[in-house]
């Protein structure tokens, strides 16, 4: 089908959009405001290049947040498929954070690399306390006291020091220059950095370093990661760091074009880093840069768009780049006011009432759809909740107690909630109880009639008691020199003491099940970074980070989690990117919003960042609370509602009206709903509540198409409420053999190495994080010297029996994404490649190498999901074929354990089918379908088997999903469903 490119996207976008998308210069900038359409601009952008000639492999789009580019692949895929483009390239472009990308250049430069934990802030910081006295900290306490000259604090010296290791990466300062100055500092982080590397830890800022050291010091790994880009484009681009700035600089210089999306006025993370200079002096740098300025505001009523544009013009004045937004239409019912209160009790039932009265409230969608709001439509948003009130409450105690009052959920993410709910506090006290010895039984009934009955109804005393018998004497047993250490791990715990809980049964909403789901993550954290949690002091330490770190640090929102239907209660930071029909901007007094200005008060030398400084960066100032307010305002549809108190809960004098609440101005705007002269006040009509779609659900990873084609309820806990599985013996030992198999490719790309090479890499390469060496390996190997051994094994029998793979040219680990309705679906593809002497590829196929063994029979093996392992070579090959123009003839499922290669259906009909299986998946996850599908051996093998109650339960619809083609051992085919049909009931 022939297609005008331009006449499509013309259609597809606004004049604005179109202009910044087809804008022929090398550098652009789309200053993008507020609810104007930014990332639908970026996808333009992508899909007029890739109809335009540009491969797939020649674009690298950055985003702020994996959610952001999910969200940004489904438009890109929208976007292609309006452009006459066939949506599936989009697989082979890479569309996401900057950290994934810096991690899969390290994974092409090095396999190493892919054995290696990603550290997020939190799970650093339960490194630094699992190494505390290997790292020798104690002495910073001293080194670094406090204003007072007091002796620094345990858990305050571990977030200065995590805070200074993340800012020498993203200042690219090295430890050298920081110990010139401060040498107990400089020495500290360097040992930090050591120690990473020898555990095979990795976080953010320093894969984002190591990458631009490599670009810049031209290592031949990350030049080929380089080799095909053609166009760079940034998505919140006021939002980059200095590392990042560099990257995308070093990226450039071998790009023909850079598109960079962002909007100043929401520059909101200086505190953390953000440069908001990069955007405000974009045409400095690219002189001849186009920038292209969307005005039009989708999101929000006029009264909000024009009262936040001159709020921010009057604030910022010269220090922003000059745009005046305009709201594309009107809508009602629509509300603007802004408010000032006697007391916070009074503030707070103002909220909780005007959400009471607006629940229903028929609302109109941009596609014409009507459909009465739920709670997930309102946010109560504020600035801080870092400091509590004079009464010793939290910030957002008055606002949710009000709520409560009339049975209004709501989603707490404002920071320091998560131990104020029922259930997560009394698993807590239950894990807290383990603390110094076995507890006797006096002291576990008191705790189960205090805490654990109230919050889990269902609770079962004699079987909790059986969990604090079982535990205590493992936890506290006497650890002996040269006694193998207990492999104790607190996620079987959790999941042990929901099973006496009887979550199963309990009938606990999304919001309930996200908070123990949270509770599971804080858990796996630990068990990121410990090896295992035996003996009093481990376990103490477990305990001293819930007490004192995790509740400030983790919250529900876990942004590839889905939101429950319920108001969300949140900072302005957590907000940012959401939008919501009804917004209440709270807590708007002098002195609160906006807040008092904050110098820098890091560890890092400010002599060392000077620039950072002078820039705005570590600090917070006037501008990054206007900045803040605005972005609060505009997260707004229809409903805007910005509040304060006089008095403060525990105050003694009254505080003053913030001058922002003063500064916003417009007619629409009620500053007082008993002013009889004012426009009476908006009584909506009532429609049945009906929730928008949440695309934080979808799946985008095979891993979860999996989990729901096997158990749809076992998606709901793992992917909707955040639970994760207890670790399973030799935890990351299939991870290492593929580690080494790809390590072998990359170093032996035209000859199959010896069996002795083999063997080498794998020793080399051999990690598990979770198994102690032994003592004393030679004379007495333990586990994890049985487990490297088979590694080599596996390994060096793979190179005997497979030489000839070393022959042909292969992809390690080819990433590719497939668009389905409604989502798109990532995944990475072993691809065996036969080439001639002019690189042209005249055969393709599709290995997927499992550590599994096959037996006698492989495709009659019970232990082998052949649904599974079908589906997911049948979609590389999709991949494979129309996301990177290689057609796989043939595929198959490499059994590494016993060295077999079974070949896969992965012709038309058998990918078309399971194309047709993903697509059904979606619709029903887009459904909130998530029925149980027990089964004895299924469930018997399920993660989650001890927080379900195991039933058969039907789907939502009798639509049925088509039987996938399956192996049959003698070439041919076989026929059956998906595990959520094939393996059901008692029988199976």
Known sequence: MNVDVEQALGGWLTPEQYGAAVAPEDEVLALAGAGSGKSRTL??????????????????????????????????????????????????????????????????????????????????????????????????RDAHPTAKGNRRGYFETLKELSRAWHMMNDELLDPAQIAAEDPALGEALERLRDQMEQDNFIDFSLMQRLVVEALEAQEPGAVQALALLRHVLVDEYQDVNVVQERLIGLMHQNSETLFVVGDDDQAIYGWRGADVTNILEFNRRYPTAAVHKLLTNFRSTSAIVEAAGDFAAQELGPSRLPK????????????????????????????????????????????GTVRGLTPADFAILMRSTGQPESDGTKRHTAYIQALDARNIPYDLNAGGQLFDRAQPAAVRSAFELLRDAMPDRTQVEDLFHSQLKKAFPQADLSRVIRVFADWGRRIHAPIAPGLPRQRLFPQQLLHDLLEALDVANSGFDDGVMADLGTFSRILQDIETVYLSIDGKPRFGELLNFLQNVAGDGYETDNQMMARPDAVTVSTVHKAKGLEFPVVFVVDVENGRFPGRRRSYDGWIPETLIQQAIDNGSYQTGPHDQARLFYTAITRAERFLYVTGSALLPGGKRLTKTSPYAVRLNHPEIRRDLLDPAAPPRVVPPVEAQRRRGDESVLPTTYSQI?????????????????????????????????????????????????????????ENMFHLKHVAPSSDPVDRPGAYERAKQKSSDIVSDYVDKYGTDFELKRQVELPFEIPVEGAVISGAIDLLLSVDDADTIHDAKVIDFKTMAGGPEPTNNPDLNWEDLSLQVQLYGRGAEQVHGMNAR?????????????????????????????????????????????????CGDCDFAQICSKKLQPFKTEEEPPDLHLPDGTNGKRFLKVSAFSRTGPNE
């Open 890 to 938: 043939t595929g198959a499922v490499h059994l590494l354990k016993d060295g077999q290669r079974v070949q896969v259906p992965v012709d038309a009909d058998a990918v078309d089918a399971a194309v047709a299986n993903v697509e059904w998946a979606v619709s029903r996850i887009t459904d909130g379908d998530f029925p149980q599908r027990g089964s004895r051996t299924k």
């Open 43 to 140: 996808a333009g952008r992508v899909a007029y290049k890739i109809a335009n000639g540009a491969s797939p492999e020649s674009v690298v789009a950055f985003t702020f947040t994996e959610k952001a580019g999910e969200q940004i692949k489904t438009r890109v895929a929208q976007a292609l498929k309006v452009c006459g483009v066939d949506p599936l390239l989009v697989g082979g472009m890479y569309i996401g954070t900057i950290h994934a990308w810096c991690r899969r250049v390290l994974g092409d430069m090095d396999a190493r690399y892919r054995q290696f934990d990603v550290l997020d802030e939190m799970q650093f910081l339960v490194y630094l306390i699992s190494r505390y006295p290997k790292l020798n900290i104690n002495p910073l």
């Open 706 to 762: 999996h989990t729901f084609m096997r158990c749809p309820h076992a998606y709901k806990l793992s992917v909707v409420n955040g639970f994760s599985p207890p670790i399973p013996e030799l935890f990351g030992f299939g991870r290492a053999v593929h580690a080494a198999v790809g390590k072998l490719h990359q170093a032996y790309k035209d000859k199959a190495p010896t069996s002795d090479e083999a063997r080498a890499i794998a």
């Open 324 to 367: 005046q937004l305009h709201a594309a239409a009107n809508h009602d019912p629509r509300e603007f006011a802004v408010l000032n209160f006697p007391v916070r009790a009074v503030e707070a039932e103002f909220v909780a009432e005007r959400i009471d009265e607006l629940l229903g409230t028929a609302y109109e969608e941009s596609d």
